[in-house]
């Protein structure tokens, strides 16, 4: 069964600084791997979905790495905002119809 | 726009009573999700359905059913054997092909015993 892990569990900034989001996981087979923003009480909005070929994807200031043989990505988030602030979910996808999911990087991004 | 809809958003349950949470996407997507989230805890999978008629027990299956007569809909049923069932419920579809978007979500259901 895929583990995940994100580190840190919470992160609070201020306005303006890069966020540095990360992701492990224990099976490297992966198909995909996709990033989730959660706000609270509502579902999760899809950021940015990495195939297991690529290294990175980007958009607009959201820019994920993968390193599929390591077990890592990466969320990086540039001049964060306080818009910005929401739970962080990573999903790496084994193409099983069981996405896995770690507990999310909670993020505050203050004004 | 295409995209999945659950309701009610919010739905209250009686002890001993069985509820329906409503699952409906037009993305034509294949396969169809219920994820149960609960405070401060990941996702964990209930039930998933690969194609129409055909459905498989996710982790935590127990006291809670499914059925899949329709592409577009997967609803999910909490019956009165599941002893906890106050969380947070989120459909999810998915399309398998190659190269193409995965996982969208619904906006949630919030269940909560009364």
């Known amino acids: 069964k895929q583990e995940v892990t994100q580190i840190p569990a919470a992160l609070s900034v201020p306005e303006g600084e890069n966020l540095v989001l990360n992701c492990s996981f224990t099976d490297s087979a992966i198909y995909n791997l996709q990033w989730f923003r959660q706000d609270p009480g509502k579902g999760l909005t899809s950021l940015l979905l990495?195939?297991?070929?690529?290294r990175e994807q980007t958009s607009g200031r959201l820019n994920a790495s993968l390193d599929k043989s390591s077990g890592r990505s990466t969320l990086y988030i540039a001049a964060s905002q306080p818009g910005d602030s929401a739970t962080y979910l990573c999903a790496p996808n084994l193409r099983d119809y069981k996405l896995s999911f770690g507990a999310g990087t909670t993020v505050t991004v203050r004004a | 726009d295409g995209g999945i809809t659950q309701s009610p958003k919010y739905l209250f349950r009686k002890e001993g009573q069985n509820v329906t949470l409503s699952c409906e996407q037009n993305l034509n997507h294949d396969a169809m999700y219920w994820y149960r989230q609960d405070p401060g805890q990941g996702l964990r999978l209930i039930y998933y359905s690969q194609i129409v008629n055909d459905f498989q027990k996710g982790d935590i299956a127990e006291g809670y059913s499914v059925s899949r007569e329709k592409k577009e809909s997967f609803p999910l049923t909490v019956t009165s054997a599941q002893k906890n069932p106050t969380a947070f419920y989120l459909c999810?579809?998915?399309?398998?092909?190659?190269?193409?978007?995965?996982?969208?979500f619904g906006s949630g259901t919030r269940l909560t015993v009364v």
């Open positions: 990495i195939q297991s070929s690529q």
């Open positions: 999810a579809s998915s399309i398998e092909s190659e190269g193409l978007a995965g996982y969208t």
